[in-house]
Each structure stands twice: as C-alpha cells, then as structure tokens.
C-alpha cells in the first residue's frame, strides 16, 4: 500500500491532468474577462471597442438622435401635455394637443405656442406646422398655423408677438372641421 495521497495519484493520471489544465485555462479567461471590463470601467464606458462588440446592444442606441415624433412629444411632454400626437405629412406638421385646463386665454395663447413650436423644431423640413388645440374631454377648440420657419425664426427670437401676427387662427366645430 502506497503512503501517498489519493488526490495526487488521479492529479499524475492523464484525465486528471486535463481537468487541471481545463480548470486553469477556464480561471484564466475569467481573469483576463475581467480585466477587459475592468479597463473598459476605468477608461470611462465610451464606444466599446471592436473586440468586446459582442457587449454591444443591438438595435437600441440609447444616445442616437431622437425621431422628430419623440423629440416632439418629449418638448410637449415636458410643457405639462399628457396628451398629445404629432405626425408630418405632405410638409405639414401638425400638433393635436389635449389642454389639461383651460383657465385663461393667456393659458390657450402658450399652449398653441408650444405646440407650433414644437412641431417646427421637430419637422426641420416641413413647410407648414399646424397645432390643434382640444379641451381633456376631446372639446375641439382651436386650430393654429403658420409657415414653419417664420415659427422657427420667431422662436428663435422669443417673439411672441411676431408668431401671432403669422399665425391663422381658426375655431374647430364638434364635428372635426374648421369654421
């Protein structure tokens, strides 16, 4: 009988000699994936490199420019419209606005200017922005256009008075149309 251990017999035996090269082969590339992130941290985040593209999301990029609906939706949203839908067709922007409350006419005047506002600076290419104006139960009230770089240009300025002397104005009928 041998004095010898038997973890060091199986550790000579050619099986066990792989299981120990496995085991440090697999400690190694842990070691090493670690120090890649590690350094990856350390530089700040950033593009990943080519060679860790597989960490890379794929077809979401948090930090890509937003769609002109969502960049007017966000401005919207961030004015207090919980309800809102915007779209461009033909080179005409339009902004279907629900009010929370309508209180004031000072209250209607900055809701038609946002949301003009709004879809010009979304729509860079539309010619003409249109923001319809409804009360929180669906009550049309106002429809208000203009030309899309004037409304650009005036929002630029901070020329309130200029956007209303180019504004149309027009009261919409239950029914959907425009009086």
């Given at each position: 009988?041998?004095?010898?251990r038997?973890?060091?017999?199986?550790?000579?035996?050619?099986r066990?000699?792989?299981l120990?090269?496995?085991?440090?082969?697999?400690?190694?590339?842990?070691?090493?994936?670690?120090?890649?992130?590690?350094?990856?941290?350390?530089?700040?985040?950033?593009?990943?490199?080519?060679?860790?593209?597989?960490?890379?999301?794929?077809?979401?990029?948090?930090?890509?420019?937003?769609?002109?609906?969502?960049?007017?939706?966000?401005?919207?949203?961030?004015?207090?419209?919980?309800?809102?839908?915007?779209?461009?067709?033909?080179?005409?922007?339009?902004?279907?606005?629900?009010?929370?409350?309508?209180?004031?006419?000072?209250?209607?005047?900055?809701?038609?200017?946002?949301?003009?506002?709004?879809?010009?600076?979304?729509?860079?290419?539309?010619?003409?922005v249109?923001?319809?104006?409804?009360?929180?139960?669906?009550?049309?009230?106002?429809?208000?256009?203009?030309?899309?770089?004037?409304?650009?240009?005036?929002?630029?300025?901070?020329?309130?008075?200029?956007?209303?002397?180019?504004?149309?104005?027009?009261?919409?009928?239950?029914?959907?149309?425009?009086?």
């Open positions: 009988m041998s004095d010898e038997p973890d060091a017999e199986a550790a000579r035996s050619p066990g000699r792989r120990a090269w496995l085991a440090a082969a697999l400690v190694l590339a842990a070691l090493l994936a670690g120090a890649a992130l590690l350094a990856l941290y350390a530089r700040g985040g950033g593009p990943v490199p080519d060679a860790l593209g597989f960490l890379r999301p794929k077809g979401f990029d948090p930090l890509s420019a937003s769609s002109p609906p969502e960049t007017a939706l966000r401005t919207l949203r961030l004015a207090g419209f919980d309800h809102a839908v915007v779209g461009e067709s033909g080179g005409t922007a339009v902004a279907r606005v629900a009010m929370p409350a309508v209180s004031s006419p000072a209250k209607v005047e900055l809701s038609w200017q946002t949301a003009l506002v709004a879809g010009a600076r979304a729509y860079p290419h539309a010619r003409t249109v923001a319809q104006l409804f009360a929180a139960d669906g009550t049309p009230l106002l429809e208000v256009s203009a030309e899309a770089a004037v409304v650009r240009s005036a929002a630029e300025r901070d020329d309130a008075a200029g956007l209303r002397h180019v504004a149309s104005f027009r009261y919409l009928a239950s029914a959907g149309g425009s009086q």
